[in-house]
C-alpha cells in the first residue's frame, strides 16, 4: 500500500473525533457533531444519520445546517438498499442522481442492532486509489463509535454504582446509633443534606396516628407549633392513601395531594414528597421532605432505596428503646386482632375475658385447702436431771447434737464419792476381818456383831458406787440433744432433780396443728395435705392427719383445736423437733366463687341475722 499523504487526512477533524470518545452530552448533540466531523474526515459534502422507526427510515439529523446547502432527499428504497449491506459490516459506494446533481454516497452502520445508519455524500466519486484510505477513515469511526459506547455503558455502570453507593454510605452513617431518637434525627439531617432539602421530618404510626418524632436541624419542638401539626396532616394524607406523594404532581396521577398543595402554599416550598417507611408491608413511618427545585427519578430512586434499609433498623430500635410494658402489649394486641379483628379489639378480649372468668367461678371446681399454723413434736422426750448434789465435771454435747443410745452427756465431780467407796471398802475389810477373827475364837457374839456391821458397810459401799455409776448421765435412746448447754456451767453446783438435758427421738415425730373453731369441721381423719417450714418455704412435706383432739384449747386469738398429723414417708433429715410453718390440708373440691367468698357471707350471716 503506498504512503497516506499527511495532507489527505483532516488532522483537526481526527483530534475532535476522538474527543467524542468520553462525549457527556445528549444523543442529539452527539449526532450532530459525529456527522460534522466524519463528513469532514471523509471530505463529504453532506451527512445524513437515519434512524429506523417502526421499520422505516426516518431521518435524525443532518449537516451542515444553514449553510445554504442541504443533503439531497433520498428515497426510502434508495435508504434501504444502502442500509442492506452497509449494516452487515460490507461498504457500499453508489452514484445516485438527486435534483439534476450527481452524487457519490457512502452508506456506513453506527449501532450493532442495526437501527442507526450514516449516509455521507460526495460531489465526485472516490478514485481507486483512494479506497484504501477511505477504508482506514471508516474503520477510525467504528473505533470512535465503539470508544462512545464504551464511555457511555463506563459512565451508566459509575452512574448505577454511585446511585448504591449512596444508601450504602448513609446506612454506614446511620448505624453507628443506638438509640431510636438519635437515629431518626440523623435520618433526617443526612437527607437535608444529601438531598439539599430545606426541612425533612419524620413521623412515626401510633395507634394509627402519625406522631412527629424529629425534624431536621430542629433539636426540640412542640406538638402544638402549627408547623408540626399541619406536617402531622401532611404524614396522615400519605398514610391513609399508602402511597408515595409528590407534588408538585404529574397530570396523571390519581393521588391526592390537597395538605400537600395546602402545606406548600402556606410555607413557599416549590416540591415536596411524602415517603411511606413499610416494615412487613405495613406503614410504621412517614418521611416528607421540602425543598426548592423538584425531585428527579435519580432522587426517588435513592430515596426509595434509602426508605428500604432504613426501615428495618428504625423498626427494630423503636421496639428497642420502648418500655417493656407497651412491647408487650402491642405484641398482644397484634395477636388479638388476628382472632377479634382490628375495630375495639380491648374491649372485645374484656368482654371475652369476664364472660370466661364468671363461668369458671361460678362452675369450676377446685381443691380447698384449709391452712393452719403447727409445730414439729417428738413422742420420745427425755428429760436427765440430776441424781444427786454435786458439781458438773464434764458436759461432752450441746443443743443440736446427735446422739446414740448409751453414748456419756455429762458427767458430775465424782472425787468425793471416790474418798467415801475407798472408806466404805476399807470398813467392809475391816468387819470382814473382825467376823473371821471372832469365828476362829468362837465367839459368838462378836462374830454376829462383826457380820451386821461388814453388811452395814457393805449396803454403804453400793450406795455409793450406784451413785458413781449416775454420776455419767447417758443417752436413753438415738435422738438429738433439744436443750441443755452446759460447757458455760462447768464446776456449776446442781442440786438432785434439777433438768439439765433433753433428748428427742427423731424417729417417731409429728405434726401439731393449732386449727381455728371455724374451720375445724372441715377436718377429718385420714386428709391429706402439705407442710412448709419456716426456714424452708421452698420444700413442701406430704403428711396425713392422724386424729382430732377433741377439746377445744382456748387462746387469746380465740378457741383452737389440736389436730395431729403424721409425716408421710421417711423424714428428711434435717427435720428438728420444734420446728414451726403453715399446714395446709386438702378438704375437697369446692366452687371457686364458694372459696373466694365463703368468709364474707359467714361475716355477714353471723354479724346480720336476727
Known amino acids: 500500500m503506498p504512503p497516506i499523504p499527511e495532507r489527505a487526512i483532516d488532522v483537526d477533524a481526527v483530534r475532535r473525533l476522538r474527543e467524542l470518545r468520553t462525549f457527556n452530552g445528549n444523543d442529539g448533540a452527539f449526532w450532530m457533531a459525529f456527522a460534522e466531523q466524519a463528513a469532514r474526515l471523509l471530505r463529504a459534502e453532506f451527512a445524513?444519520?437515519?434512524?429506523?422507526?417502526?421499520?422505516?427510515?426516518?431521518?435524525?439529523?443532518?449537516w451542515p445546517v444553514g449553510q445554504g446547502k442541504a443533503a439531497p432527499r433520498l428515497s426510502a428504497d434508495?435508504?434501504?438498499?444502502?442500509?442492506?449491506?452497509?449494516?452487515?459490516?460490507?461498504?457500499?459506494y453508489a452514484a445516485f442522481d438527486a435534483e439534476g446533481s450527481s452524487s457519490s454516497l457512502v452508506g456506513m452502520g453506527l449501532d450493532r442492532q442495526g437501527d442507526m445508519l450514516a449516509v455521507f455524500g460526495r460531489s465526485a466519486a472516490l478514485k481507486p486509489e483512494e479506497y484504501a484510505l477511505d477504508?482506514?477513515?471508516?474503520?477510525?469511526?467504528?473505533?470512535?463509535?465503539?470508544?462512545?459506547?464504551?464511555?457511555?455503558?463506563?459512565?451508566?455502570?459509575?452512574?448505577?454504582?454511585?446511585?448504591?453507593?449512596?444508601?450504602?454510605?448513609?446506612?454506614?452513617?446511620?448505624?453507628?446509633?443506638?438509640?431510636?431518637?438519635?437515629?431518626?434525627?440523623?435520618?433526617?439531617?443526612?437527607?437535608?443534606?444529601?438531598?439539599?432539602?430545606?426541612?425533612?421530618?419524620?413521623?412515626?404510626?401510633?395507634?394509627?396516628?402519625?406522631?412527629?418524632?424529629?425534624?431536621?436541624?430542629?433539636?426540640?419542638?412542640?406538638?402544638?407549633?402549627?408547623?408540626?401539626?399541619?406536617?402531622?396532616?401532611?404524614?396522615?394524607?400519605?398514610?391513609?392513601?399508602?402511597?408515595?406523594?409528590?407534588?408538585?404532581?404529574?397530570?396523571?396521577?390519581?393521588?391526592?395531594?390537597?395538605?400537600?398543595?395546602?402545606?406548600?402554599?402556606?410555607?413557599?416550598?416549590?416540591?415536596?414528597?411524602?415517603?411511606?417507611?413499610?416494615?412487613?408491608?405495613?406503614?410504621?413511618?412517614?418521611?416528607?421532605?421540602?425543598?426548592?427545585t423538584i425531585f428527579t427519578e435519580d432522587d426517588l430512586h435513592a430515596l426509595r432505596t434509602i426508605a428500604d434499609q432504613v426501615t428495618r433498623r428504625l423498626g427494630d430500635l423503636w421496639e428497642y428503646d420502648r418500655w417493656f410494658g407497651a412491647r408487650m402489649r402491642d405484641a398482644l394486641h397484634a395477636k388479638l386482632e388476628?382472632?377479634?379483628?382490628?375495630?375495639?379489639?380491648?374491649?372485645?378480649?374484656?368482654?371475652?375475658?369476664?364472660?370466661?372468668?364468671?363461668?369458671?367461678?361460678?362452675?369450676?371446681?377446685?381443691?380447698?385447702?384449709?391452712?393452719?399454723?403447727?409445730?414439729?413434736?417428738?413422742?420420745?422426750?427425755?428429760?436427765?436431771?440430776?441424781?444427786?448434789?454435786?458439781y458438773i465435771d464434764e458436759a461432752y454435747h450441746k443443743p443440736g447434737d446427735l446422739v446414740m443410745k448409751g453414748q456419756h452427756l455429762l458427767e458430775l465431780d465424782t472425787r468425793e464419792f471416790r474418798l467415801e467407796e475407798a472408806q466404805a471398802l476399807a470398813d467392809y475389810q475391816r468387819y470382814l476381818r473382825e467376823q473371821e477373827k471372832s469365828m476362829s475364837q468362837n465367839r459368838l457374839a462378836d462374830m454376829r456383831v462383826a457380820e451386821a456391821l461388814?453388811?452395814?458397810?457393805?449396803?454403804?459401799?453400793?450406795?455409793?458406787?450406784?451413785?458413781?455409776?449416775?454420776?455419767?448421765?447417758?443417752?436413753?435412746?438415738?435422738?438429738?440433744?433439744?436443750?441443755?448447754?452446759?460447757?458455760?456451767?462447768?464446776?456449776?453446783?446442781?442440786?438432785k432433780g434439777d433438768i439439765l438435758l433433753k433428748v428427742a427421738r427423731l424417729e417417731d415425730l409429728y405434726v401439731e396443728m393449732n386449727v381455728?373453731?371455724?374451720?375445724?369441721?372441715?377436718?377429718?381423719?385420714?386428709?391429706?395435705?402439705?407442710?412448709?417450714?419456716?426456714?424452708?418455704?421452698?420444700?413442701?412435706?406430704?403428711?396425713?392427719?392422724?386424729?382430732i383432739e377433741p377439746m377445744a384449747v382456748v387462746e387469746k386469738d380465740g378457741n383452737i383445736f389440736h389436730v395431729i398429723g403424721r409425716i408421710a414417708g421417711a423424714p428428711e433429715p434435717w427435720l428438728r423437733p420444734g420446728m414451726s410453718g403453715l399446714a395446709k390440708v386438702d378438704v375437697g373440691k369446692r366452687q371457686i366463687a364458694w372459696i373466694l367468698l365463703h368468709r364474707t357471707i359467714d361475716f355477714f350471716r353471723m354479724n346480720l341475722w336476727w
Open 135 to 292: 477504508q482506514v477513515k471508516r474503520e477510525l469511526l467504528v473505533e470512535i463509535l465503539e470508544g462512545f459506547r464504551m464511555h457511555r455503558a463506563m459512565h451508566e455502570v459509575r452512574r448505577e454504582a454511585a446511585k448504591a453507593y449512596e444508601p450504602l454510605d448513609l446506612m454506614l452513617c446511620l448505624n453507628e446509633h443506638t438509640r431510636f431518637q438519635s437515629l431518626v434525627m440523623a435520618l433526617c439531617n443526612e437527607l437535608a443534606a444529601r438531598f439539599s432539602c430545606s426541612r425533612v421530618s419524620l413521623g412515626w404510626v401510633s395507634d394509627n396516628y402519625i406522631r412527629m418524632q424529629a425534624v431536621s436541624h430542629m433539636e426540640r419542638f412542640e406538638r402544638k407549633m402549627e408547623v408540626v401539626q399541619a406536617l402531622e396532616a401532611v404524614m396522615e394524607e400519605c398514610l391513609d392513601q399508602d402511597e408515595e406523594v409528590l407534588v408538585p404532581a404529574e397530570e396523571s396521577s390519581s393521588v391526592l395531594t390537597a395538605e400537600h398543595e395546602r402545606f406548600r402554599e402556606r410555607h413557599g416550598e416549590h416540591a415536596m414528597l411524602s415517603l411511606p417507611l413499610r416494615l412487613e408491608q405495613k406503614v410504621v413511618a412517614v418521611v416528607s421532605l421540602e425543598r426548592e
Open 48 to 62: 445524513v444519520v437515519y434512524r429506523k422507526q417502526n421499520e422505516q427510515w426516518q431521518p435524525y439529523c443532518f
Open 338 to 390: 388476628q382472632f377479634v379483628g382490628p375495630e375495639h379489639t380491648w374491649m372485645k378480649v374484656a368482654a371475652a375475658v369476664a364472660v370466661l372468668v364468671i363461668g369458671v367461678l361460678l362452675f369450676g371446681r377446685i381443691e380447698y385447702k384449709v391452712d393452719a399454723p403447727f409445730i414439729l413434736r417428738t413422742e420420745d422426750l427425755a428429760f436427765l436431771s440430776v441424781p444427786f448434789d454435786g
Open 78 to 92: 434508495q435508504v434501504d438498499l444502502l442500509a442492506g449491506k452497509a449494516l452487515n459490516g460490507v461498504p457500499v
Open 454 to 495: 461388814k453388811k452395814q458397810a457393805r449396803s454403804r459401799l453400793e450406795l455409793i458406787r450406784y451413785k458413781l455409776e449416775q454420776a455419767e448421765l447417758k443417752a436413753p435412746f438415738n435422738g438429738i440433744v433439744v436443750e441443755g448447754d452446759l460447757e458455760r456451767l462447768l464446776g456449776a453446783p446442781v442440786r
Open 516 to 547: 381455728s373453731e371455724r374451720d375445724i369441721h372441715e377436718f377429718s381423719e385420714l386428709q391429706e395435705g402439705n407442710i412448709a417450714f419456716l426456714g424452708r418455704p421452698g420444700e413442701k412435706i406430704r403428711m396425713v392427719v392422724e386424729r
